[in-house]
């Protein structure tokens, strides 16, 4: 099993990012994928999820309106559009996916900073 994360980096307040995680070795079609974040000394935290099939879709209240999750199941990737990014947005952001609250993978994550 694989999460490959891509597209973080350093972006100026109210710029836009868009990050993709890759994922293999597992029936993408079937979990229910999320983004998490996590900044330094805060706990991980929900950012955005989608459901498997992606009719569904759940944002973290400091980030809706501005961040969109999507899925592409045909090419197992999910994506997080990320817009008027704050500089309390900087964090790891990691990629979840979640078959069950007992089956559930991570990857590695991909730094994002929001900085002038």
């Known amino acids: 099993v694989q999460l490959v994360e891509s597209g973080g980096g350093l972006v100026h307040p109210g710029g836009s990012l868009r990050l993709s995680c890759a994922a293999s070795g597992f029936t993408f079609s079937s979990y229910d994928m999320s983004w998490y974040r996590q900044a330094p000394g805060k706990k991980r935290e929900l950012a955005a999820r989608i459901t498997s099939r992606g009719g569904s879709t759940n944002y973290a209240d400091s980030v809706k309106g501005r961040f969109t999750i999507s899925r592409d199941n045909a090419k197992n990737t999910v994506y997080l559009q990320m817009d008027s990014l704050k500089p309390e947005d900087t964090a790891v952001y990691y990629c979840?996916?979640?078959?069950?609250?007992?089956?559930?993978?991570w990857g590695q994550g991909t730094q994002v900073t929001v900085s002038s």
């Open positions: 979840n996916a979640a078959y069950n609250i007992y089956l559930h993978y």
